[in-house]
């Protein structure tokens, strides 16, 4: 049996081999000592049993501040700026505007301020992609990953 890396964050898959979540190596360790999961790569465990869990889609999650930046890859959604960012609504709260995430979206402070209360048709800014929520944390979390063996168990 391969050894888990210290320090490294191990993905868990389902018996149906769908990803479910995130651990870090002392739990894996210990999930593979009780032959609970086996081991699939240095990364990726896979559970022995199948875990039924609850369908719940991205929409259902509220938005935090840390998933729209990572949604938004750290980039202003104007003008592709990577500092001094913040997060904007497309419609303002003064006009109505929620805290969903097809409202929110990543914003330099310049473009923030610039934008103000305005709606976008009445700017000349524009979105470089429509905000809209993604289909869980762990999709997410695998998309943004830039551990190559992950990628493979990406379904949607």
Same mark, same amino acid.
Not at 3 to 27: A, D, G, Q
Not at 66 to 90: A, F
Not at 133 to 150: G, H, I, M, N, Y
């Given at each position: 049996? %391969?050894?888990?890396?210290?320090?490294?964050? $191990?993905? #868990?898959?389902?018996?149906?081999?769908?990803?479910? =979540?995130?651990? &870090?190596?002392?739990?894996?360790?210990?999930?593979?000592?009780?032959?609970?999961?086996?081991?699939?790569?240095? @990364?990726?465990?896979?559970?022995? &049993?199948? #875990?039924?869990?609850?369908?719940? =889609? *991205?929409?259902?999650?509220?938005?935090? @501040?840390?998933?729209?930046?990572?949604?938004?890859?750290?980039?202003?959604?104007?003008? *592709?700026?990577?500092?001094?960012?913040?997060?904007?609504?497309?419609?303002?709260?003064?006009? *109505?505007?929620?805290?969903?995430? %097809? &409202?929110?979206?990543?914003?330099?402070?310049?473009?923030?301020?610039?934008?103000? &209360?305005?709606?976008?048709?009445?700017?000349?800014? /524009?979105?470089?992609? $429509?905000?809209? /929520?993604?289909?869980?944390?762990?999709?997410?979390?695998?998309?943004?990953? @830039?551990?190559?063996?992950?990628?493979?168990? $990406?379904? #949607?």
């Amino acid at each position: 049996m %391969e050894i888990v890396e210290p320090h490294s964050t $191990i993905l #868990v898959l389902n018996s149906s081999y769908e990803p479910i =979540h995130f651990t &870090n190596w002392k739990r894996a360790i210990v999930l593979l000592f009780k032959e609970k999961a086996k081991l699939i790569t240095k @990364r990726i465990i896979r559970l022995v &049993n199948y #875990v039924k869990l609850p369908f719940t =889609h *991205g929409k259902t999650d509220y938005p935090t @501040r840390s998933m729209i930046y990572k949604r938004d890859d750290n980039e202003c959604q104007y003008c *592709g700026s990577k500092t001094n960012l913040t997060i904007d609504h497309v419609i303002p709260r003064s006009r *109505g505007g929620e805290d969903t995430w %097809e &409202n929110l979206v990543t914003c330099c402070a310049s473009c923030n301020s610039k934008k103000g &209360n305005l709606l976008l048709k009445e700017t000349n800014m /524009a979105l470089k992609k $429509i905000p809209h /929520a993604p289909f869980s944390k762990v999709v997410l979390d695998l998309q943004k990953s @830039r551990v190559a063996e992950w990628k493979e168990y $990406i379904f #949607v």
